[in-house]
T-cell receptor, first 108, second 112 residues
Framework: KNEVEQSPQNLTAQEGEFITINCSYS?????LHWLQQHPGGGIVSLFM???GKKKHGRLIATINIQEKHSSLHITASHPRDSAVYIC??????????FGQGTRLTINP | ETGVTQTPRHLVMGMTNKKSLKCEQH?????MYWYKQSAKKPLELMFV???????ENNSVPSRFSPECPNSSHLFLHLHTLQPEDSALYLC???????????FGPGTRLTVL
């Protein structure tokens, strides 16, 4: 069992739908990252959080430290949101442990 | 150039070849990382360098040899690789004390 588990692994939705991607982890962490990876490989950091909730545009990330769970939400989804979304937990100062990613496809 | 750059973006090599991957960061960071992303597997940390010194080797086989000549440049020297080493190799950088890491675009490596 991976230390970081994401669900679902694949998600297909229609444009405009509300999207939720979940991440559970089983290790102690100092922070949690949500990353976006587009075809071709480049990775962009969306959020880094250690408690509570953060919002950026149509993206919202929450974390529950006691439950060891985080969610990434996308409101009013758009085809350009299609990508792989990766949850990664930070152990200590520098070591990132990654989930397997969620492949999101938004159809017009 | 801005951010983190990697060259080449694509590389095909035979098992007996020797090649090198290059990473350069233009962010003034002092930590650099190599990650491997194989098909159907999560990203894995390979090496960490802080102030040019290797501080983490995540049980990586010796056919992968990193080099960090200064805080802005990181190399991954490859020799006698196996087909299962085919993967996307990503470089990242960060600033000491700041947990955010910035990723390069990756080098997609195919070993024949």
């Amino acid at each position: 069992k991976n230390e970081v588990e994401q669900s679902p692994q694949n998600l297909t939705a229609q444009e405009g739908e509300f999207i939720t991607i979940n991440c559970s982890y089983s290790v102690g962490i100092s922070a949690l990252h949500w990353l976006q990876q587009h075809p071709g490989g480049g990775i962009v950091s969306l959020f880094m959080l250690s408690s509570g909730k953060k919002k950026h545009g149509r993206l919202i990330a929450t974390i529950n430290i006691q439950e060891k769970h985080s969610s990434l939400h996308i409101t009013a989804s758009h085809p350009r949101d299609s990508a792989v979304y990766i949850c990664a937990v930070l152990q200590g100062a520098q070591k990132l442990v990654f989930g397997q990613g969620t492949r999101l496809t938004i159809n017009p | 150039e801005t951010g983190v750059t990697q060259t080449p973006r694509h590389l095909v090599m035979g098992m007996t070849n020797k090649k090198s991957l290059k990473c350069e960061q233009h962010l003034g960071h002092n930590a650099m990382y190599w990650y491997k992303q194989s098909a159907k597997k999560p990203l894995e940390l390979m090496f960490v360098y802080n102030f040019k010194e290797q501080t983490e080797n995540n049980s990586v086989p010796s056919r992968f040899s990193p080099e960090c000549p200064n805080s802005s440049h990181l190399f991954l020297h490859l020799h006698t690789l196996q087909p299962e080493d085919s993967a996307l190799y990503l470089c990242a950088s960060s600033q000491e004390g700041v947990p955010a890491q910035f990723f390069g675009p990756g080098t997609r490596l195919t070993v024949l």
